[in-house]
């Protein structure tokens, strides 16, 4: 499935000033970035805009602010910082978004350099898609183009703001992400099996959902699974349930069977006597959870299970954990899925958020074929959703 939409590569930027929604939402601990893997996903895009003498002006967000002002531990300045020391470019930084002063370095950028914005999410009005802030924004620009795949399902000012106003156009991580996360869908290599994981089943339905309709093995881990054993009408302890979806999960369980589907679930758990890092690990069976124990991940004979059927497989798609990740005690089962992932010959897609963060945790991300920068954009796209940020894009 082509990418629909005009690209970077589309039109020309010679000269021009190019402003370019990017992603750089990325953890920051007393002015030092952590993980810079959404930096590094930019980087094609930027690196392309600069060597065909475009002015480049760059705009995130970063966390969560007030957006009341300026707030220090969330400026983007050792972002950009950064930025330089990765790309080797000439990149300077603004500590303003819509200002004076923002226009200003806006009007005094040369050919070939790069401006960093400050966060675009100080004034609350970004997130509101308020007009003012889309044309304000567009103003410093002659073309958009978005490169944030993270927000791309956000219709907010600096993610589909300025394309009512300027030509905009899609950057090379969009395309990629987009391609690559519909693609496996349309036409899959088979067997293709998906992994579904994390807390609950009301938060994945669509993708759940869509994965029954194009895998030929779904398998379940994490939370959610305790509200399918209940659908089986088994008993789950005080492991973590939504009795409120109980019944559609029995859906799900009838629709895989009628589609032949396979579905699996956990044939034994890490369950512990309260929820903490200092909880330990003891196994039972899926059958037999004690009333007054808490699943927080799946057991052994389930890693062997799921290892297995990862072995055969030509596509996997991998989104959310098996248990408790973030605790060592717990982490086994999202490690070994992990590792079968690596060690499967196959075409393996991880879809943003918690798995990404599994992924790097357990330094095997060289091992994938592709890990979305992504979680809520590229779950709906697995749901079939359109994205607003790239239905603002010029048709290509």
């Known amino acids: 499935m082509a990418f629909t939409k005009k690209t970077v590569r589309d039109i020309d930027v010679d000269g021009k000033r190019v402003l370019c929604r990017v992603d750089f939402n990325v953890p920051i601990k007393d002015g030092v970035v952590g993980d810079t893997t959404r930096i590094s996903a930019a980087l094609p895009t930027i690196k392309y805009l600069v060597e065909h003498n475009a002015r480049v002006i760059l705009m995130s967000h970063l966390g969560r602010p007030a957006g009341t002002g300026f707030e220090p531990e969330l400026s983007l ?10 790309s080797g470019l000439p990149v300077s930084f603004v500590a303003d978004t819509y200002g004076d002063e923002a226009e200003a370095a806006v009007n005094a950028l040369e050919p070939g350099h790069v401006l960093v914005l400050e966060n675009v999410r100080f004034d609350k009005r970004e997130k509101k898609n308020d007009p003012e802030i889309a044309k304000r924004l567009a103003s410093y620009g002659d073309v ?25 156009v899609a950057g090379f991580l969009l395309e990629k992400e987009v391609d690559t996360l519909t693609g496996i869908f349309a ?19 669509g993708v759940l959902d869509h994965l029954i309709d194009s895998a030929d093995t779904l398998i379940i881990g994490g939370g959610m699974a305790y509200t399918f054993f209940l659908a089986k009408g088994m008993t789950v302890g005080q492991s973590l349930k939504e009795e409120d979806w109980v019944e559609r999960a029995g859906e799900m369980l009838k629709k895989a069977e009628d589609k032949g589907v396979k579905i699996l679930l956990p044939v034994d758990n890490r369950v512990a006597d309260h929820f903490g890092e200092d909880a330990v690990p ?20 389930t890693e062997e299970l799921y290892a297995e059927a990862i ?23 999202t490690e070994a899925v992990c590792r079968a992932v690596a060690d499967s010959d196959c075409t393996s897609i991880i879809g ?3 798995s990404v963060a599994a992924v790097n945790k357990f330094g095997l991300a060289d091992k994938m074929s592709w890990i979305s920068t992504g979680g809520g954009a590229s779950m709906e796209l697995v749901e079939g959703k359109a994205l607003p940020g790239v239905e603002a894009l010029l048709d290509a």
């Not at 300045?77 to 990765?86: I, N, R, T």
């Not at 039972?284 to 052994?300: H, K, L, Q, T, Y």
């Open 282 to 301: 003891e196994v039972v069976a899926s059958d037999a959870i004690p009333d007054d124990r808490e699943g927080m991940d799946i057991g052994p004979k």
């Open 144 to 168: 958009f183009v978005l490169d944030a795949f993270g927000t791309a399902h956000r219709a907010q000012g600096s993610v589909v703001g300025p394309a009512a106003y300027i030509p905009a």
């Open 187 to 205: 036409e899959p290599e088979r067997p293709f099996v998906a992994i579904v994981g994390g807390s609950k089943v009301s938060s994945k339905i």
């Open 77 to 86: 300045k050792p972002v950009a910082e950064k930025l330089a020391e990765m």
């Open 311 to 333: 072995k055969g497989a030509k596509t996997v798609f991998w989104n959310g954990p098996m248990g408790v990740f973030e605790f060592d005690n717990f982490a086994h089962g």
């Open 352 to 354: 943003g958020g918690d």
